[in-house]
Antibody, heavy 120, light 107 residues
Framework: EVQLVESGGGLVQPGRSLRLSCEASGFTFDNYAMHWVRQAPGKGLEWVSGISWASGNIDYADSVKGRFTISRDNARNSLYLQMNSLRVDDTALYYC?????????????WGQGTLVTVSS | DIQMTQSPSSLSVSVGDRVAITCRADQSIAGYLNWYQQKSGKAPKLLIYGASSLQGGVPSRFSGSGSGTDFTLTISSLQPEDFATYYCQQSYSTPYTFGQGTKLEIK
């Protein structure tokens, strides 16, 4: 059974940093690209970032480009999101998600999310 | 970035109704369109991928159609467990943008 467990969220002041982690199990992690998707309270879904299986291809939403860095450690079956210069509008539940094998952007497994609150 | 527009944003429906939700892309995305269901307090669940392929374990009352810029999610006979918010998402190119969501409410 695929499991994705996010951690690292919390309350942080504007301008500070936070690092999210996602531990994966139940599938061959290094065969898959991985993604972060967020959802602000009461709002819709926003794709944040994606990374290919070997970290050769990385993409970001314009809203986080230059502030967030996605990375992965295939030996640890883990995905990360380093978030710097956090803003109030980064407040959201952050999900990590795994795509289907043959359709890279179709996200068939999601974690439970970790909540990031940016407030002074 | 590709913009995705869903309609309607909310819909009051009854059990047994046939429901159609539309999603429009502002440029062609071929068949790279996915549909998700999200229930309150839960992570999204993939229903349809590649515009019309049913994800494993999803009831056959859900179906998807369309290509290019116009897509539709249809629920043939709404069940009580289907009251949720539905999102479309394009996976043609990054950033993989989502529609704003359609909330199904009990009439």
């Amino acid at each position: 059974e695929v499991q994705l467990v996010e951690s690292g969220g919390g309350l942080v002041q504007p301008g500070r940093s936070l690092r999210l982690s996602c531990e994966a199990s139940g599938f061959t992690f290094d065969n898959y690209a991985m993604h972060w998707v967020r959802q602000a309270p009461g709002k819709g879904l926003e794709w944040v970032s994606g990374i290919s299986w070997a970290s050769g291809n990385i993409d970001y939403a314009d809203s986080v480009k230059g502030r967030f860095t996605i990375s992965r450690d295939n030996a640890r079956n883990s995905l990360y999101l380093q978030m710097n210069s956090l803003r109030v509008d980064d407040t959201a539940l952050y999900y990590c998600a795994k795509p289907k094998t043959a359709t890279p952007g179709s996200l068939d497994s999601w974690g439970q999310g970790t909540l990031v609150t940016v407030s002074s | 970035d590709i913009q995705m527009t869903q309609s309607p944003s909310s819909l009051s429906v009854s059990v047994g109704d046939r429901v159609a939700i539309t999603c429009r892309a502002d440029q062609s995305i071929a068949g790279y369109l996915n549909w998700y269901q999200q229930k309150s307090g839960k992570a999204p669940k993939l229903l349809i991928y590649g515009a019309s392929s049913l994800q494993g374990g999803v009831p056959s009352r859900f179906s998807g159609s369309g290509s290019g810029t116009d897509f539709t999610l249809t629920i043939s006979s709404l069940q009580p467990e289907d009251f949720a918010t539905y999102y479309c998402q394009q996976s043609y190119s990054t950033p993989y943008t989502f529609g704003q969501g359609t909330k199904l409410e009990i009439k």
